[in-house]
């Protein structure tokens, strides 16, 4: 597992995250049941999530279901698998602390939701691939 400081704690990762600038979309249903959207820019992504930058729209809850689109111009190839195939389901896990101009939050740690055997089968792709190579 990887480690990394956070809040001066050591903070827990599945999986190693590399530094990853793109413009991305999140969309989420709210309270109400009313589909929302914010444009966002991913600062860091990995095999088991990302933290993505919101800078405007309503504020998003803790653990809310959310589905993470990297937009198309990005090269595939610099994306974990799981954004390669278009939209992620995944799970706010962590909300950055709120700006004081708009009073929402600054960011979103996602974590994936991949079905475990969607995962292995990815591993051993890229496990094929490399023996391939």
């Known amino acids: 597992m990887a480690a990394e400081r956070i809040d001066g704690k050591a903070a827990q990762r599945s999986s190693d995250r590399i530094a990853l600038n793109v413009p991305a979309r999140i969309t989420w249903k709210d309270a109400s049941g009313a589909v929302r959207f914010a444009s966002v820019t991913t600062r860091n992504v990995g ?50 602390p709120c700006r004081r101009s708009t ?9 994936f939701l991949v079905e475990p055997r969607t995962q292995a089968m990815q591993a051993a792709t890229r496990i094929l691939q490399a023996v391939a190579v």
């Open 47 to 96: 095999n088991g999530g990302a933290f993505v930058e919101c800078e405007s729209g309503a504020a998003i809850p803790l653990h809310r279901l959310v589905h993470l689109q990297v937009e198309k111009s990005v090269t595939a190839m610099q994306l974990p698998e799981q954004l390669r195939d278009g939209r992620v389901l995944s799970a706010v896990w962590r909300v950055g």
């Open 103 to 111: 009073g929402t939050p600054s960011g979103y740690a996602l974590r």
